[in-house]
């Protein structure tokens, strides 16, 4: 797992689409994991623009978003599939047939989230899964105590993600749907590399955990530390939690790969 600390949110998001870009670069058929939520609206909207400005094309890459809520059919506006076609598909041309999210009001759920795992097999496997982490350490939605061998399956969501999420349902947590359909931490592991991104100091303490805390179910984050290609981007906020700065930044420092990342973004 490599780090990387930047000032602030801006950078973050900046950085994370400049690498996203790079990725398509050098296989405009990449296969993306891509994820939802407040984080990575600026990241899309810096993939969008550097599309819109001839820097990459990205119209195409094949995705497979981590989840879905169930109930939500997909032109409802709070749907992560609605989410998608606002946030990027339709600005990039991603058709629907390679802009993958699971089907939140499929009639077998269940049957759903298998096919799921194997239309991601099917594809070739992700080549970048991006990831944001809840406040409480989610994954997708894989929720405390979701186990690391677990596939895209149908799942009960926290009481903490009701309440975080209900800023899209009109500030309450009655109306967002109990379940959602996720891709697995076995899944997401599979993917060839990671880039995890967190921002803002409501996700310190999920950051520590996942970073530096101990391999553990309770905090599904932690997962990524097996993963051998994983890179984690924070902004100063996020990263407040931690306690062994000195050995990131110096990784930071003198990691030939992440000094050249940093580069441009602090001078
Ligand atoms: C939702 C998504 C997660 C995402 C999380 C963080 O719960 N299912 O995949 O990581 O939100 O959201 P935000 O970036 O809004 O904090």
Redesign the pocket.
Known sequence: MKIIILPDAHSVCGLAADIIAQTIRQKPEAVLGL??????EAIYAGLCERHRTGQVDVASITSFN??EYVGLPKNHPQSYRHYMREKLFDSVGVPEIRGHVPCGDALNPDQEAASYDQAIAEAGGIDLQL?????NG????NEPLSGFRTRTRVVALAEA?LA??SGMFEGDPDQVPKC?I?MGVGTILEAKSILLVAT?A??AEAVAGSIEGPLSSVVPGSAVQMHQECLVLLDEQAASGLKRRASIEWQMKHDPELSHLIGQYCS
């Open positions: 994820a939802t939520g407040r984080t990575m981590l989840d990831l944001g982490l809840g406040g989610h994954i997708g939605f993600t975080q999420n959602a996720t803002g409501a996700k």
